[in-house]
Nanobody
Framework: QVQLAESGGGLVQAGGSLRLSCTASEDTFSHYTLAWFRQPPGKGREFVAAIRRNNAGKTFYADSVQGRFTVSRDNAKQMAWLEMTSLQPEDTAVYYC?????????????????WGQGTQVTVSS
């Protein structure tokens, strides 16, 4: 069973940047699509970005973050990252990394077996 742990969240001003990290406990991490979801206050969990299992894997982004966020991974390090730039108050949320066989449903939480505990990102205006 893969355990995931996010880090790197915090408080940042609008227009700022943050880099979130996701560390996996098992090398089987490399078998899975890795995704980032977020849950804004009072709202449901929403898709942010995903990257297929290869290091040079295809990436996918929600329209709301396209061009501002970049997802990457290094299977040898059992890590993934979400580089966030031009942050806005509406990006405020708890951010989760998840691993699973995303397939064509990569933007839905359902295909992801393993989840981290989340890291808070707060963007002030």
């Amino acid at each position: 069973q893969v355990q995931l742990a996010e880090s790197g969240g915090g408080l940042v001003q609008a227009g700022g940047s943050l880099r979130l990290s996701c560390t996996a406990s098992e090398d089987t991490f490399s078998h899975y699509t890795l995704a980032w979801f977020r849950q804004p206050p009072g709202k449901g969990r929403e898709f942010v970005a995903a990257i297929r299992r290869n290091n040079a894997g295809k990436t996918f982004y929600a329209d709301s973050v396209q061009g501002r966020f970049t997802v990457s991974r290094d299977n040898a390090k059992q890590m993934a990252w979400l580089e966030m730039t031009s942050l806005q108050p509406e990006d405020t949320a708890v951010y989760y990394c998840a691993a699973g066989f995303g397939g064509s449903g990569y933007s839905s939480p359902a295909p992801y077996y393993y989840w981290g505990q989340g890291t808070q990102v707060t963007v002030s205006s």
